[in-house]
């Protein structure tokens, strides 16, 4: 079974300049999560997407934003980059429920 | 607001020692998860703990929960250095909220 896909694995961007970022979750899995991870403020909750409709968002600027599509695959994007939006960004899939999530590989950004 | 506190942050450990890292959280849960991430790598997965009570053991590795106390335990039995790693517990309320993790070196 294939795992979750992030695409792309790199980026580098400017500031002001805009991202996408891509997830395509284990088959069968309707739930996506992300998640951002620095050093400084650890691993902290974006949003989550079930079933094209987001569930659950995390105390993040609306600069991010994020989508799910029918085939559970799900973008985020994030407007007017900031240096501090320099992270790795994190996909999570699961089934729904109290199941533990399974994470692809990550992005990491670079906002210069 | 929940708050999930691990403790210790950083453990150097010796090869067949044991050692316990403990995640405290301050809102009722009984969805508790613990994973691994080696440097530069994303998650794995190590136990979900669904109950009060619940324990899991895989390898050196057995994961306890005491929703009551709001306390779950990561023990590491003889360690090796395979488990070198960083070791987070997250709680699940709506939205997963992670501890800030436990950087782990085990060394010979």
């Known amino acids: 079974k294939a795992g979750v896909t992030q695409t792309p694995r790199y980026l580098i961007k400017t500031r002001g300049q805009q991202v996408t970022l891509s997830c395509s979750p284990i088959s069968g899995h309707r739930s996506v999560s992300w998640y951002q991870q620095t050093p400084g403020q650890g691993l902290q909750f974006l949003f989550e997407y079930f079933s094209e409709t987001q569930r659950n968002k995390g105390n993040f600027p609306g600069r991010f934003s994020g989508r799910q599509f029918s085939n559970s695959r799900s973008e985020m994007n994030v407007s007017t980059l900031e240096l501090g939006d320099s992270a790795l960004y994190l996909c999570?899939?699961?089934?729904?429920?109290?199941?533990?999530?399974?994470f692809g590989p990550g992005t990491r950004l670079t906002v210069l | 607001e929940l708050k999930v506190e691990q403790n210790p942050l950083f453990l150097s450990m010796q090869e067949g020692k044991n050692y316990t890292i403990y995640c405290n959280y301050s809102t009722t849960s009984d969805r508790l998860y613990w994973y691994r991430q080696d440097p530069g790598k994303s998650l794995e997965s190590l136990f979900v703990l669904l109950s009060n009570g619940a324990v899991k053991q895989e390898g050196r590795l057995m994961a306890s929960l005491d929703t009551k106390a709001r306390l779950s335990t990561l023990h590491i039995t003889a360690a090796v250095h395979d488990l070198s790693a960083t070791y987070f517990c997250a709680v699940d309320l709506n939205d997963m909220r992670f501890g800030a993790g436990t950087r782990l070196t085990v060394k010979p």
């Open positions: 999570a899939s699961n089934p729904g429920g109290p199941n533990e999530q399974f």
